[in-house]
């Protein structure tokens, strides 16, 4: 380990795991570590309380390194591969860090299917938009008529 590597983390016993409901095994965790001043410390706490980690007793996937990523904006995460971002943020700390590899460019690939998922998207709402066009068009017809108890608006 080194000296600012940023882990996902997970308990190594599966009963520990596995206990996982309300007021259980992982609560009060974000399963977000970093390594500083020698210690491993989960990020849910995010000032000087957060719970220290034995490495014996947690499975460890590593992110990154702080020395190796840049900070950037949550609305820049739309332009780069889900693999050269490690977010930082969690339930108790919805404004924590994001990082974005050092030399990791623009990825169309992911830039597209963002565009594509706006395009759909925009394609039902203008969908929603028209049907319900029409039916207020029927409900103006029928309050003309003087149905006024078939109409709810």
Not at 3 to 14: K, L, N, T
Not at 78 to 92: G, Q
Request: net charge neutral; aromatic share 10%; glycine share 6%.
């Amino acid at each position: 380990m080194r000296e600012g590597d940023i882990y996902r983390w997970r308990w190594v016993d599966p009963a520990k795991d596995n206990d996982c409901g309300p007021y259980r095994s992982y609560h009060c965790c974000s399963q977000i570590a970093v390594f500083r001043n020698g210690r491993l410390t989960d990020t849910f706490w995010y000032g000087s309380d957060n719970k220290v980690l034995d490495p014996a007793e947690v499975s460890l996937t590593l992110l990154g390194n702080v020395t190796e990523l840049d900070e950037i904006r949550p609305y820049d995460i739309a332009y780069y591969r889900r693999d050269d971002i490690v977010d930082m943020r969690h339930s108790n700390n919805s404004h924590g860090p994001i990082y974005r590899r050092k030399g990791a460019q623009r990825d169309v690939a992911t830039m597209l299917a963002l565009i594509e998922h706006r395009i759909e998207s925009s394609r039902r709402e203008v969908e929603f938009a028209n049907n319900r066009i029409v039916q207020l068009t029927r409900d103006a017809e029928k309050v003309r008529a003087g149905k006024l108890n078939e109409v709810y608006l």
